[in-house]
């Protein structure tokens, strides 16, 4: 696919105040691709049935639908909420908006999941802003798909818009302590959180990658509207050419599998 500007969609959480304005900042250097916007509501992450109903299927199709409009090459969940409610919810959801607007999906989650795959990752480290209960969910998924969670962080949060407050020494604090039990990488899971501007210092300092949602479901979006990355190198690893290589060769083999 030859690489062009492009126009992302990217669904929104209501009470998110980070991935805006964080995206607008990493493209600066990606001035012919733009990113478009649509929200839904979602206020509190818990395992409540009124916490789960906020991600509907009919509520974030709408949204879709409505990026739709601004003919956007790619639409991209960005939330993480397939993280513990299973990775089959999000996959269902880019079907339904692929069906309804036919333009290309993904998520953020979807995305952390190809990439860990791409590189050949198994042992990882997680870091949330959620409670205990919700990233207990999360272990449990990323087992199911065939990776160890070998240290972890949460902060017991509940409330999406306090995951903003939450400042980027205190999420490099617990990446750093999360890395120093062992693992291939730490993902940091939660689009409302401040851990992109800090994820390339930290993979120099503790040589091992380390992925913020918001900048997997950047990595894929580009890489579904065939955008030029090479505005993104100094965000990290994630925007390497290695990683691209690896994630071509990755996606091939999936492809004849």
Known sequence: MPLKAARLGMLTPSSNTVLEPMLMHMMRDCPATTVHFSRFKV????????????????????????????????????????????????????????????IPATSSVLALDEIMRSVGLRNVGLVTPYTRDVQDKIITNLEAGGFRCTSERCLELSDNFSFAEVTEEAIEGLVTAVAAKGCDAVAIVCTNMRGARIAARLEKQLGIPVYDSVAVTLWKSMRLAGAAMSGLREWGSLFSSETEASAAAHAATARRS
């Open 43 to 102: 206020t509190e992450i818990a395992l409540s049935r009124s916490a789960l109903d906020q991600f509907a299927a009919n509520t974030m199709l709408q949204a879709a639908e409505l990026l739709a409009h601004a003919k956007v090459d790619v639409i991209a969940w960005n939330g993480t909420s397939a993280s513990w409610t299973g990775l089959e919810s999000d996959r269902q959801l880019c079907r339904d908006i692929e069906a309804a607007t036919g």
